[in-house]
């Protein structure tokens, strides 16, 4: 059973920086794609970062370029994503997922099939 677990996440001022990891244990197949996502309270969960292994893809929502930076080390099976200059808008719950079937970036839930428990974020002063 793959299991995607989430860290890193807690409470930072605006302006300040986490670095959330995803720890993959199980199966780990040869071409995948990890993905983090995001939920605020009353708000859709959304598309946040993405990297394929497979085509060496990635995907980094609008909301958090130039500030958010996702990288992996392959011998860790543990994906990171850097958040810097944080806003009280990236006030939210991250999730980290996992799609094997397909392997490439998708901004969409549907594309990944394993998802973790979540880690939160506030920024807040």
């Known amino acids: 059973q793959v299991r995607p677990v989430e860290s890193g996440g807690g409470l930072v001022q605006?302006?300040?920086?986490?670095?959330?990891?995803?720890?993959?244990?199980?199966?780990?197949?040869?071409?995948?794609?990890?993905?983090?996502?995001?939920?605020?309270?009353?708000?859709?969960?959304?598309?946040?970062?993405?990297?394929?292994?497979?085509?060496g893809g990635t995907y980094t929502a609008d909301s958090v370029k130039g500030r958010f930076t996702i990288s992996r080390d392959y011998a860790k099976n543990t994906v990171y994503l850097q958040m810097n200059n944080l806003r009280p808008e990236d006030t939210a719950?991250?999730?980290?997922?996992?799609?094997?079937?397909?392997?490439?970036?998708?901004?969409?839930?549907s594309a990944f099939e394993y998802w973790g428990q979540g880690t939160q974020v506030t920024v807040s002063s």
């Open 14 to 55: 605006p302006g300040g920086s986490l670095r959330l990891s995803c720890s993959i244990s199980g199966f780990i197949r040869t071409s995948y794609a990890i993905g983090w996502f995001r939920q605020a309270p009353g708000k859709e969960r959304e598309g946040v970062s993405c990297i394929s292994n497979k085509d």
């Open 93 to 109: 719950v991250y999730y980290c997922t996992v799609d094997f079937a397909r392997g490439y970036c998708s901004d969409q839930q």
